[in-house]
């Protein structure tokens, strides 16, 4: 990934207090994710499951709070954040791809209603 590349992070902000990650992109695009939704997206094989089989997010769970409680993040390389969540779990690799693909604010969202 080159630093110019629309999906590099140029800055990343975790607010523990607020439950709430931003992320400034190279593009100059800003990225605000609320923990529970961000919990949501984990993309580890218990989350989304492997080899066939469902994963626990497959089951529609309701998130307890501590399941949605952000407790840290660290960078995987300069490819992903690896974050953790108060119940303990931290084995999802959220890479930054994934995470501009999966901005909430109004011109993504409206963005990828029109592209399919």
Known sequence: MTQNDANSPV????????GMLTIGW???????YEAGP???LCPCAFCRGEMGQPGWLDTNPTLAPEQ????AAGLVGQYALNL????GHGSGYY???????NCNCATC???RRRHG
Do not use: C, K, M, P
Request: charged share 25%; net charge negative; aromatic share 6%.
């Open 11 to 18: 800055s990343i902000n975790v607010d523990r207090s607020a």
């Open 26 to 32: 190279a593009d100059g695009h800003r990225t605000e």
């Open 38 to 40: 961000l919990r949501l």
């Open 68 to 71: 949605a409680q952000l407790v």
């Open 84 to 87: 953790t969540w108060g119940d």
């Open 95 to 101: 890479t930054f791809e994934s995470l501009r693909a």
């Open 109 to 111: 969202t409206a963005n």
